[in-house]
């Protein structure tokens, strides 16, 4: 089942909130993080984790609807809703965690490096409109599968 990417990017603030250190996560940072959830899933259950595209811009991945919603905090953190809440399967719900567990420990910048090495955004033209394919996710990511 396919879920709303700004219900996704609100799960991704909201385990960022509950950690030890309680910062804040950047639109910047969230735009990896849906990135690298997004490839997971369809590597994994062979399903998007959600239906919004994924664009190759120049800091990285980025979907456009979520950058749009969040685009007023700047480089500030920023809040999730806690009314909203996403009800993953089990299985679900283990994959995001592990995804968030290797990828949430780097800082926004450090994701987009890496990224930036991926051939899922190398190998597509940089700018608003230009889609990662979820195919080509798909591909990259089944190698990252352990």
Excluded: C
Aim: zero cysteines; aromatic letters at 14%.
């Amino acid at each position: 089942m396919a879920y709303n990417a700004l219900d996704i990017a609100n799960e991704l603030l909201r385990l960022a909130e509950n950690e030890d250190e309680g910062d804040l996560m950047t639109n910047l940072k969230l735009q990896k993080m849906l990135y690298y959830q997004q490839g997971f899933h369809l590597a994994y259950f062979d399903t998007p984790l959600f239906e919004e595209e994924v664009e190759a811009w120049m800091y990285g991945p980025v979907v456009p609807e979520v950058y749009d919603a969040y685009d007023g905090y700047g480089r500030n953190g920023i809040e999730s809703n806690p009314e909203k809440e996403v009800s993953f399967s089990d299985e679900e719900w283990r994959l995001f965690l592990k995804v968030y567990e290797i990828y949430g420990q780097y800082s926004a910048i450090g994701l987009m490096n890496m990224t930036h090495e991926e051939p899922t955004w190398l190998n597509v033209p940089k700018g608003h409109g230009s889609v990662i394919s979820k195919e080509s996710m798909k591909r990259f990511f089944k190698t990252r599968l352990n």
